[in-house]
């Protein structure tokens, strides 16, 4: 798990507000599944390279939202999903990033055709 979790330091976003954000994707998708635990909070820490309060706070809010559960002396536990993943609530998770980049065509005076030419064509040439 701690290979498909990326922070981006220069982002508007607070990084706690980027690992809520990622680990319930990663519940949505199935790559947590109920049951898995994760990472500690000191190597989620270190692995990132953040401070662990950041990770305390992520966690916090991931339990105070179902999607985690605190167990006694073991961590932190995923939850069964407080929605069942389907298609469309995954497609959902990515209502922020859409806004932002739609913020930040209007103010590059870029179309949403060009946009959508160019998204297809970054994705599909990796």
């Avoid at 330091?9 to 994760?38: C, F, H, W």
């Avoid at 390279?49 to 995923?78: C, D």
Wanted: net charge neutral; with cysteine.
């Amino acid at each position: 798990m701690l290979q498909l979790i990326y922070i981006q330091p220069n982002s508007p976003t607070p990084i706690y507000q980027q690992l809520v954000e990622q680990i319930e994707r990663l519940i949505l998708a199935g790559k947590l599944k109920e049951g898995d635990m994760l990472p500690s909070v000191r190597s989620l820490a270190s692995h990132l390279q953040i401070n662990p309060m950041t990770i305390s706070k992520a966690f916090g809010v991931l339990e105070l939202k179902g999607w985690v559960k605190r167990e006694r002396g073991r961590g932190m536990q995923v939850s069964a999903p407080p929605q069942a993943p389907t298609p469309s609530n995954r497609l959902e998770q990515l209502r922020p990033l859409l806004e932002q980049l739609h913020q930040q065509c209007e103010q590059l005076e870029i179309s949403v055709q060009d946009a959508l030419v160019w998204m297809t064509k970054e994705y599909t040439d990796e």
